[in-house]
């Protein structure tokens, strides 16, 4: 079965600091990779997606990730959060059955002044 | 452009009642589910729909039931409701061809049973 950790539960970082939060997938097949952030008291919104190619994928907001192979990880970064950026992020894998997802558990990133 | 609305955005239920929780997507997707999202848990799958006419049960599915009455509209219902079922559920759509496509969420709804 596929799964997805999200190594960190919480991350509090100051404004401006940057940021990584981090994600490991099990290997499959075929792989497709999302992060998307939720606000409060809002559904999910999505901040990026790796289906192929380059390893590097740009997101929305300035958030980044990169797709490394051998390790199987996906961690999203930012060289300097906001304010703003105050969300719970999920990393999310699409590449096991044709219409099931999985998802991890979320990291609250939460960014004091 | 809607995209994936809900209704309602919030709601009270007392333990037995039965209430059914309304999804309609204007994208024209193929796939819709339904996922709940409790604290420390992250979602989690009750049921989906791959196409029109298709439902199957998901992680989560004992307590509720759903509907795939056309293409755009995807209602959960639950019959007895339970303190258990106090939780956020959320809605989403794909395209369903692939793998590779993203879900479109809606804004959820909060539903507390006492």
């Known amino acids: 079965a596929q799964s997805v950790t999200q190594l960190d539960s919480q991350v509090p970082v100051f404004e401006e600091a940057p940021v990584e939060l981090r994600c490991n997938y099990s290997s499959s097949v075929s792989v497709y990779l999302f992060w998307y952030v939720q606000y409060p008291n809002q559904g999910l919104q999505l901040l990026l997606k790796?289906?192929?190619?380059?390893?590097l994928v740009k997101g929305i907001n300035g958030f980044e990730a990169e797709f490394n192979k051998s390790q199987t990880s996906f961690h999203l970064r930012k060289p300097s959060v906001h304010i703003s950026d105050t969300a719970e992020y999920f990393c999310v894998n699409s590449g096991g059955s044709n219409y099931k997802l999985t998802f991890g558990k979320g990291t609250l990133l939460t960014v004091n002044p | 452009n809607a995209g994936v609305t809900q209704t309602p955005k919030f709601q009270v239920l007392k333990t037995g009642q039965s209430m059914t929780l309304q999804c309609a997507q204007d994208m024209n997707h193929n796939s819709m589910y339904w996922y709940r999202q409790d604290p420390g848990m992250g979602l989690r799958l009750i049921y989906y729909?791959?196409?029109?006419?298709?439902?199957d049960k998901g992680e989560v599915p004992n307590g509720y039931n759903v509907s795939r009455l056309n293409k755009r509209e995807f209602s959960l219902r639950l019959e007895s409701a339970a303190p258990s079922q106090t939780s956020v559920y959320f809605c989403?759509?794909?395209?369903?061809?692939?793998?590779?496509?993203?879900?479109?969420f809606g804004n959820g709804t909060r539903l507390t049973v006492t």
């Open positions: 989403a759509s794909r395209t369903g061809n692939t793998n590779n496509s993203p879900l479109h």
């Open positions: 729909s791959a196409s029109e006419g298709t439902t």
């Open positions: 790796y289906l192929s190619g380059s390893t």
